[in-house]
């Protein structure tokens, strides 16, 4: 039962996420350049009606992220919230009244199947630890942290295709963090119940989020999203299961040939990704 939930709450995130993304570039776009890195950016985006649905549809996208993960690891439910790209795509192509192109139905396909066979290679009853103790966290909590300010740093001072790349890096990164620290916060709240309010992870999570919100919308104002959605897309859940190996000592394949099916799986999710994340149907 806890699997079913996990999975449909993942799948939906996926749904709700992808076609947020989709309308928030489209907002962001229009923002001025140098409000990027800005709680103004926020501001500005705030009055935009396209935005605030795809705000919606993101928050939405987060809620059914927690109730996934507060049923399943991070390695099960992360893989299938990175299928967002094969839902939004499909209904945008059906709302414009357009068919599919041969690298968007391969990208879908690609997607979807390396997923299932990266899923299919976990271990039955993935294992770990459900609420870390704080030294758990240290060592993520640095690199995350350097490798966003190292990042945004070089964004900042590079215009185009760069910016674009090192905005939507620092936003996987964050949304990677922003997904551990929700397993850890939900696990908190199921065991702890309004106990959760006296430890760090709820207050860490808010100013995670927001850190991460400025990121994304600071990637999609940058530049192209066939540039940042498949950054985002596909470094997110890589990182997020890497937490989730390093802090909650959740499994992956436990055989070396289990693994490297593993891995070639996730590869083939990575092609799809990049194949739908530069889909015209995407960007335009």
């Not at 400025?214 to 470094?235: M, N, R």
Request: aromatic share 6%.
């Amino acid at each position: 039962m806890n699997i079913l939930v996990a999975v449909s709450s993942a799948l939906m995130a996926a749904l709700c996420f992808g076609l947020g993304s989709v309308l928030q570039h489209e907002a962001a776009r229009r923002a001025p350049p140098q409000k990027a890195l800005r709680l103004r950016l926020l501001f500005d985006l705030v009055r935009r009606p396209m935005w605030l649905v795809g705000t919606v549809l993101s928050i939405s996208s987060f809620a059914f992220l927690a109730l996934a993960l507060a049923f399943g690891p991070l390695v099960l439910v992360l893989p299938l919230a990175a299928t967002d790209l094969v839902f939004a795509l499909p209904l945008l192509a059906l709302r414009r009244g357009e068919r599919l192109s041969r690298s968007e139905v391969t990208g879908i396909v690609c997607t979807a199947g390396g997923v299932a066979v990266f899923l299919v290679a976990l271990p039955p009853s993935p294992s770990g630890t459900s609420v870390p103790a704080v030294r758990e966290w240290a060592l993520v909590l640095v690199v995350v942290i350097g490798v966003v300010v190292s990042l945004a740093a070089v964004g900042a001072s590079r215009p185009g295709t760069v910016r674009t790349a090192s905005y939507a890096v620092c936003a996987a990164a964050m949304l990677a963090l922003l997904d551990a620290l929700t397993r850890s916060t939900a696990d908190r709240v199921r065991t702890d119940g309004f106990g959760a309010l006296f430890h760090w992870e709820l207050y860490a999570l808010m100013a995670v989020g927001v850190t991460a919100l400025v990121l994304s919308q600071s990637a999609f104002q940058a530049g192209s999203l066939a540039v940042s959605l498949p950054i985002i897309d596909t470094l997110e859940p890589i990182c997020a299961v890497a937490i989730g190996v390093a802090v909650f000592d959740e499994q992956l394949a436990v055989t070396v040939w289990a693994l490297a099916v593993q891995m070639a799986g996730a590869a083939v999710a990575v092609i799809g990704v990049v194949l739908l994340g530069r889909s015209p149907l995407a960007t335009d």
